[in-house]
Every structure is written in structure tokens, then in C-alpha cells.
């Protein structure tokens, strides 16, 4: 009887060990399998100038208008303004026969 509870004992003990190692290499492998990969790099993006004051930012921030791309609403109004006095001093000129 002993000795039936011997083998009985010592086939539990191989059958867990064997258990044991096989379920052991597919989480060290699982690991290994999947590593961090390091996240792309981001891509710089494009910078512009103001055509009012020439102040460099980048192109996503712009705002755009006639004449260019600035970088506030008063930039773009006071140049806009500007185009608009030229192009009024033009037709005057062009009308008084200069």
C-alpha cells in the first residue's frame, strides 16, 4: 500500500513539474514576441513668415488673406488695409492721368 501511494505521490509530482515547465516558456515567449516599439518620429511641419511683422510660425497657426499669411487678425487687417490705400492711390493716379 505504501508503496502504490509512493507512485501515486511521485507521478503527481513529474505531472506538475512537467505542467509547470511547459506553461513557463510561453509567457517568457510571449514577452519576447511582442517588444515596445518606439513611436514614429513626429514630422516637423511647414513654417511660414508674416507678411506683416515676418514672424515665423507654423503653417497649421496661419491665417490666411490677400497678400500672404499672418500670424494675428490685426496683422492681416492693418496689410489688407495697406493693399487696399495702394491700389486706391493707384486708380487715383491712373484716373488724373499721371
Known amino acids: 500500500m505504501i508503496k502504490l501511494l509512493f507512485w501515486i505521490v ?11 515547465k511547459r506553461a513557463r516558456p510561453v509567457a517568457r515567449d510571449t514577452r519576447r514576441a511582442a517588444p515596445a516599439t518606439p513611436p514614429a518620429p513626429a514630422v516637423p511641419e511647414a513654417m511660414v513668415s508674416c507678411a506683416e511683422c515676418g ?5 497649421s497657426d496661419a491665417l490666411p488673406g490677400r497678400g500672404g499669411q499672418f500670424c494675428s487678425v490685426p496683422h492681416r487687417a492693418a496689410h489688407e488695409a495697406r493693399l487696399e490705400a495702394a491700389e486706391a492711390a493707384r486708380a487715383r ?4 492721368g499721371r
Do not use: R
Open 10 to 20: 511521485l507521478l503527481a509530482v513529474i505531472a506538475f513539474v512537467l505542467g509547470f
Open 93 to 96: 493716379d491712373a484716373s488724373s
Open 55 to 59: 514672424a515665423h510660425l507654423p503653417a
